[in-house]
């Protein structure tokens, strides 16, 4: 091989497969946006180091998944709320549209993060160090 592309044959059969491993390759990774950051919600001053640090792995690890990957990873905890926010400065902004479907992803197992996944973009719009804007209901 002198390094030049190579490319299949048209004509040559393909297996089905190809193309789904050729899409997800090409899949773009999730990014994340503070463009709808809410400052009157909860400061990232009040998060201790240690959540600072899971914080940080949490961004880097969102930014490695697809849109479609970051919602089935049960270990994010991806999440669609319903409703509206509880309060405590974690009012919806009014320059964020209504037609905006909020989520979260799961920090640790009490600290959340809450914005808006549009397209291949986490919007981050709350922090949430005591899971309190969307709380897990009680069974």
Known sequence: MNGDLVLPDIDEEKDEGDSLEVASANAKKVTISMQYWHSGSECISEWQRPELKKLAKLINKV???????LKADPGLGWKLHSGPAKGGGFSRPTYLSKDIELSELRVDGKSRVHGALIDDIFFLVWLDRGHAVFPQKKQ
Do not use: I, L, N, V
């Open 63 to 69: 930014q490695g998944f697809t849109e479609a990957s």
